[in-house]
């Protein structure tokens, strides 16, 4: 049976899950006009839609699971839920007031919230119990304080440059720290189809968050090193025809890596290689 996949049309979304896609395996369309293509091979339909809407087709069934983003998944209140965090697209929610005004969430009570995710913020108010009136704007939000339609603002932050471009000023925690990420219909019985891109995406995802370090190093100082390189699971170790001198693999975050080939070699490591990974099942 086809798999029906929903992933975003236009956007950075679209492009990051279009890669990743890609590095899963998967076949992409070439004209970005196309609203529907077939991968063949993997007997998987593709339908690029807005993602704003995607959660709603996938939570009512018509599609059997779909890429957009959590706070996007939230407001829509969509029978749908997450099953994989893809590791892209990342953001804040948070609320906005002027800059001058103190304020703190206890205080939102009686204020008017104007956001362009009213389901998102509705949920979180309701869930502490705050009343507030939640006013619906589509696009950009930044100017509905100064044109008095709002006291505040939820909306979301990248760098918060544009919210200091207004005059605006985050506080309280974060609603929401949002990010791409795979649904699907709430209780539905999950293909094969879907278990295996599935498990392909996850692949890429910790792919793309670890490398693999080989390294020499004396058999007395294994396991100080093998504490600064544990792996997923465990190390792998051979042993070199050089006497009293092992061989390390093993994968490390990718992030960290140069700290630890600095922390490695300071115990007396040599031959520190770092190869990326392309993909992986784990």
């Known amino acids: 049976m086809t798999l029906r996949l929903a992933v975003p049309n236009k956007g950075s979304l679209s492009d990051s899950s279009a890669l990743m896609l890609k590095e899963a395996g ?6 970005p006009r ?31 699971a779909g890429v957009t983003g959590r706070d996007l998944l939230i407001d829509s209140a969509a029978t749908a839920a997450e099953v994989l965090s893809l590791d892209f697209g990342r953001s804040t929610f948070r609320f906005a007031a002027p800059e001058g ?3 703190s969430e206890a205080e939102l009570s ?9 389901g998102l913020v509705q949920r979180y108010l309701d869930e502490r119990s705050i009343t507030a009136s939640v ?9 509905a304080i100064r044109l008095g339609v709002a006291d505040v603002i939820a909306d979301v932050v990248s760098t918060g440059g544009t919210l200091r471009q207004a005059g605006l000023k985050v506080f309280g925690d974060p609603l929401l720290s949002s990010e791409a990420v795979v649904i699907e219909r709430t209780g539905a019985e999950r ?11 996850n692949g890429v995802v910790i792919a793309r968050q670890y ?11 294994l396991e100080q090193a093998c504490g600064l390189t544990p792996g997923i ?3 792998t170790i051979s042993p070199l025809q050089k006497s009293g001198w092992s061989a390390v693999r093993a994968m490390v975050k990718r992030k960290e890596i140069n700290q630890i080939m600095d922390e490695l070699w300071s115990i007396g490591a040599r031959g520190i290689l770092v190869t990326d990974i392309h993909a992986c099942r784990l």
């Open 26 to 31: 998967y076949r992409q369309r070439n004209d």
């Open 34 to 64: 196309d609203l529907v293509f077939f991968d063949p091979e993997n007997d998987v339909e593709f339908y690029y839609l807005r993602p704003r809407d995607i959660a709603i087709y996938v939570g009512s069934g018509e599609l059997d």
């Open 101 to 103: 005004m103190a304020i």
């Open 110 to 118: 009686g204020l008017r919230i104007a956001t362009a995710y009213p």
């Open 135 to 143: 006013v619906r704007l589509d696009g950009a939000v930044e100017s």
């Open 191 to 201: 293909s094969t189809a879907l278990e295996t891109m599935i498990r392909r995406l």
């Open 211 to 221: 490398v693999l370090v080989d390294y020499d190093v004396q058999t007395e100082l």
């Open 233 to 235: 699971e465990s190390p």
